[in-house]
T-cell receptor
């Protein structure tokens, strides 16, 4: 069974620090990975996606993918209290249903 | 703005009383999904449509049905809700099932069972 694992947290960081969110996946067929932010009681909103090994940067966000280690991470630089949310990782495979599998999310708290 | 709209935002129903949740999209996406999400858990896929092709997840209870009468609309029918069906129900769309195609979510419907 395909699994996407995330530490549920909460991860607590001070304002201005770098928050590092991690995700591991079990299916080596997974090829693309998505990070979503979900505020309490709200729906997930896409932050960014990555499908090539290495880093991908978008503003304060950097996604890192290491397919050999089956590991994807999201770095948030200069963390703000408004970044406090649950961050969901999703993995999509080649073949099969092509439907992303979601992790349970990591709760991030950025304190002033 | 193109978007995914779910109605209602909050739905209260009685144990065993059928309920329908609706989703509409202006993105003209081919794929529409229904997820169930309970507190602190990952969204759980119930089913999805690729155009008119319906795909049911193996562990989706028979109590849950779906309809997609046209590209824009998709409905989730819960025939006899039980207490365990109380959850947030998320509708999502994607243009297709390509590897780099993200899902776009509606604001969700929070379902409560009395």
């Amino acid at each position: 069974q395909k699994e996407v694992e995330q530490n549920s947290g909460p991860l607590s960081v001070p304002e201005g620090a770098i928050a590092s969110l991690n995700c591991t996946y079990s299916d080596r067929g997974s090829q693309s990975f998505f990070w979503y932010r979900q505020y309490s009681g709200k729906s997930p909103e896409l932050i960014m996606f990555i499908y090539s090994n290495g880093d991908k940067e978008d503003g304060r966000f950097t996604a890192q993918l290491n397919k050999a280690s089956q590991y994807v991470s999201l770095l948030i630089r200069d963390s703000q209290p408004s970044d406090s949310a649950t961050y969901l990782c999703a993995a999509r495979e080649i073949g099969g249903s092509y439907i992303p599998t979601f992790g349970r999310g990591t709760s991030l708290i950025v304190h002033p | 703005d193109a978007m995914v709209i779910q109605n209602p935002r909050y739905q209260v129903t009685q144990f065993g009383k059928p309920v329908t949740l609706s989703c509409s999209q202006t993105l003209n996406h081919n794929v529409m999904y229904w997820y169930q999400q309970k507190s602190s858990q990952a969204p759980k896929l119930l089913f999805h449509y690729y155009d008119k092709d319906f795909n049911n997840e193996a562990d989706t209870p028979d109590n849950f049905q779906s309809r997609r009468p046209n590209t824009s609309f998709c409905f989730l029918d819960i025939r006899s809700p039980g207490l365990g069906d109380a959850a947030m129900y998320l509708c999502a769309t994607s243009r297709d099932l390509g590897l780099n195609q993200p899902q776009h979510f509606g604001d969700g419907t929070r379902l409560s069972i009395l």
